[in-house]
């Protein structure tokens, strides 16, 4: 089925430890979001790309990097993450005048 | 910045009551706005949307939402809620921007529909 894909679902992670969020999208879209939701804080952005090879920066970008070197993919990465980065982080695609479609969600708990 | 303010953070109401959740903006220029619905433990989905034309957008499933350009307002409505809209309902909007879009959600509203 067409859509996004976001893996792992979920992890736990120690103070420190590094990792990846994979997102995948097979509908052509341009645009790529994170976000991540914590509650009564709604969702917020992390970063951006709007387009293969580009990336930029959201509401909330410390603390995580991200890459885009294929057009169906975009990587979220923490480098050394936090407790404060426990959170549920969604990928989201579009294109220009059309709806975002959103992913499953990832749920990261930090220890 | 944009910004989206949903007043109330839980609406508690009983089943076939109607039901009001409001959403305002802010901003000065031409605007998308959304609603998406939240179901526990699942992502975001897309309930309506109003991108032109007619203010007055509806769902499927029965909810309604008026775009008010002086008010800065796009509140849902629906005259008669049942157990299964139960969920987290999240306003956004998004301001074009020279072929990129972001969206900006507000905080949430959690309806909680009971017997």
């Known amino acids: 089925n067409a859509g996004v894909t976001q893996t792992p679902k979920f992890r736990v992670l120690k103070t420190g430890q590094s990792m990846t969020l994979l997102c995948a999208q097979d509908m052509n879209h341009e645009y790529m979001y994170w976000y991540r939701q914590d509650p009564g804080m709604g969702l917020r952005l992390i970063h951006y790309s709007v387009g293969e090879g580009t990336t930029a920066k959201g509401e909330v970008p410390d603390g995580y990097n991200v890459s885009r070197l294929k057009k169906q993919n975009f990587l979220l990465g923490l480098e050394s993450a936090a407790p404060s980065q426990t959170s549920v982080y969604f990928c989201?695609?579009?294109?220009?005048?059309?709806?975002?479609?959103f992913g499953a969600g990832s749920r990261l708990t930090v220890l | 910045a944009q910004s989206v303010t949903q007043l109330d953070s839980q609406v508690p109401v009983f089943e076939e009551a109607p039901v009001e959740l409001r959403c305002n903006y802010s901003s000065s220029v031409s605007v998308y706005l959304f609603w998406y619905v939240q179901y526990p433990n699942q992502g975001l989905q897309l309930l309506l949307k109003y991108l032109s034309g007619s203010t007055l957008v509806e769902s499927i499933n029965g909810f309604e939402a008026e775009f008010n350009k002086s008010q800065t307002s796009f509140h849902l409505r629906k005259p008669s809620v049942h157990i299964s809209d139960t969920a987290e309902y999240f306003c956004a909007v998004s301001e074009p921007q020279g072929g990129s879009e972001k969206l900006v959600f507000g905080k949430g509203t959690k309806l909680t529909v009971n017997p």
């Open positions: 989201a695609s579009g294109t220009t005048g059309t709806v975002l479609t």
